[in-house]
Structure formats: C-alpha cells, structure tokens
C-alpha cells in the first residue's frame, strides 16, 4: 500500500472536520501526506516544498503547520493510534512486551528539557512499550533528560498502560521484559497490579530486590528484549525524531505517534 493510500484509507476517517469557519482550501490528504514529508526528511517547517507536495493550491507551509498544531494540542494523532490499535490488536504479536527509556537530544530547549551528564547535551526522555516484533504500542508523557527513567513512574507507566486499556489489550498474564534500571519494587507492584508478569533484569545496586528469590527472571525470555532496539531504530528512520527541534511536549508527542502510525500500519500487515 503506498503512503497515500494509506493515510487515505486508514488515517483521514479519524482526522476532525471543521465544523465552523472556512473550509481548507486544500484537502486533508495534502495536508497530512506534507505533515508526514516533515517527519521523515526532518527538513525545518519552513522549508517544506509546498508547491510539489500540495498541487490543488497556492498553499504555505505555516497553513500545514497551523494544522499540525491544531491537531497536536487536541490529541488527534493519539487517538487516531488508539484506535488504528484497536482494530488491529489482533494482528500484534504480545507473547511478550518491551518496556524501555529513550533519551533524545534537544537543539531548541522548551518543554520538559534538561542537561544529561552522559549524554552531554540538553535531551528529553521518554518511556515506550513495544510488542514482541517491535512495533511500538505505547509512549509516556516526556521528561527532562535529567531525570532517570524510573523518576515519577507510577504516573508515566499509568500513562502507557492507559493506552492499551484504551485499545482494549487484555494485560492479564502478559510478560514484559525492561533493563536493570527499571527494577524497582515500586513498577514491580504497579506490573501485579494489573495482571502483568515482569521479567526483569536484576539491578546489583537496589539492595530492596538484588537477593530476593521470590522475582521473577526468565533469561531466555529477556534475550527477545533485543526488539525493542529494531523499534528505536525504526523511529530514528523518521529524521525529524533524531533530534527534537519542537520546543512544546505536545508536538514532540505527536511526531511520534504519526511515526506509531506510519509503523504499526505497514508491520502489521506483514506480520498477519
């Protein structure tokens, strides 16, 4: 299916119309076909080739950020993954989940952004939850780079499962593989909670749960935690999420969830 097809067939039925005001001068397809060129070329908003992108009109490239930005701050592109989710759950493979932290570096600063010792530049961090071929599922609120992945996990980990109870994922008795960094007894219980089976790596440091038996670790199981680094590396094919130029939470967002999109629809397909 091309990329038009695509967005034409399974994205648009979810886009809002106006309901008052003037109508577009252009067509929704133009509009988020363009919206998709910026995320994959990572070229600046005003660099956009309006011209060879959107033929129907004299169109500007601030008229298909405006919409970006409309979008973003109503949470259109989340919902439209919820969704696109829920009628394809079925085709995702969740024998076993990834739960894992991404740093990304920041040029411009903003929201939630900080200075990251190890990384040396300002970044920001988020949680992302992928299924077993590494399609990515879910993502958490941002944070600053300079907090560490566990810092306010009830809320952000609350966050990532909320998605998939809005997709309507049964949670009960799946297995989720995550790094020593996140072996807390805090996510630990928050897993129990809601009937998910934590099979993580152990963290020397944590004297709460480095010598306690009664955890659950699978080392076979934690090997396929690899995929995850397939779902990175797919997310950085998409330019614009290399670095993060958008100075508002809300747009950085929702460049990653178009990314959700453009992936779940095409590996979904392949993996049926």
């Not at 259109?76 to 991404?102: C, P, Q, Y």
């Not at 990515?136 to 809320?155: F, K, V």
């Not at 330019?239 to 959700?260: E, G």
Request: hydrophobic residues 35%; contains cysteine.
């Amino acid at each position: 299916m091309y990329l038009k097809d695509m967005i034409e067939f399974e994205i648009l039925k979810y886009i809002p119309k106006n309901k008052r005001g003037f109508s577009p001068k252009v067509s929704f397809l133009s509009i988020v076909n363009a919206i998709f060129y910026k995320l994959k070329t990572g070229l600046q908003w005003y660099m956009l080739p309006v011209k060879s992108l959107i033929l129907e009109s004299d169109y500007s490239w601030n008229s298909v950020y405006h919409h970006f930005r409309k979008w973003s701050e109503m949470g259109v592109w989340e919902k439209i993954w919820t969704r696109l989710l829920k009628a394809r759950r079925i085709k995702m493979d969740l024998s076993h989940i990834n739960f894992d932290g991404s740093h990304t570096p920041c040029t411009k600063g903003g929201e939630k952004v900080s200075y990251q010792g190890r990384k040396k530049r300002k970044t920001t961090n988020a949680l992302y939850l992928t299924d077993k071929n590494g399609i990515p599922l879910a993502m958490s609120e941002p944070e600053a780079g300079s907090h560490h992945d566990t810092y306010d996990i009830g809320t952000h980990f609350t966050e990532v499962i909320s998605v998939l109870k809005a997709s309507e994922i049964n949670m009960d008795g799946l297995f989720m593989n995550a790094d020593s960094g996140f072996d807390c007894r805090h996510l630990r219980t928050l897993c129990s909670q809601h009937g998910i089976i934590a099979n993580f790596a152990s963290n020397k440091r944590n004297k709460m749960t480095a010598n306690d038996d009664d955890y659950y670790f699978d080392p076979e199981l934690y090997e396929e935690r690899y995929s995850i680094e397939r779902t990175n590396a797919r997310l950085d094919s998409f330019r614009s999420l290399l670095n993060r130029h958008d100075t508002t939470v809300n747009s950085w967002k929702a460049l990653n969830y178009i990314a959700f999109i453009v992936i779940g629809l095409k590996k979904s397909k392949k993996f049926k």
